[in-house]
């Protein structure tokens, strides 16, 4: 069983910078493509960016991509999400996300998600 814990989420003034991190048991992460989802209120959960298993490939929806960046640390079982210039628009539950085959922007297609971080960005 596959556990993810997301972390560094908050309230930030819109220009600013949040780094979210979702640390993930067992010592078989480097198998899993990860991806990070976003769900605002009454909407539904939405893309944001997908890693490959080693981190060279990356894949960002156009309403975040210049701005954010994901990352992962296999030494340290950690996916990253670095968040800069952030605007009001960014507000939502940010969730990472684990699958075997394949990094798509499917939410449905990832077997294992963590908790949910909130992320509100004032204006």
């Known amino acids: 069983q596959v556990q993810l814990v997301e972390s560094g989420g908050g309230l930030v003034q819109a220009g600013g910078s949040l780094r979210l991190s979702c640390a993930v048991s067992?010592?078989?992460?480097?198998?899993?493509?990860m991806g990070w989802f976003r769900q605002a209120p009454g909407k539904e959960r939405e893309f944001v960016a997908t890693?490959?298993?080693?981190?060279?490939?990356?894949n960002y929806a156009d309403s975040v991509k210049g701005r954010f960046t994901i990352s992962r640390d296999n030494a340290r079982n950690t996916l990253f999400l670095q968040m800069n210039s952030l605007k009001p628009e960014d507000t939502a539950v940010y969730y990472c996300a684990a699958r075997i085959l394949t990094a798509t922007m499917s939410a449905a297609d990832y077997d294992y998600w963590g908790q949910g971080t909130q992320v509100t960005v004032s204006s």
């Open positions: 067992g010592r078989t992460f480097r198998r899993y493509f």
């Open positions: 890693i490959g298993l080693s981190g060279s490939n990356t």
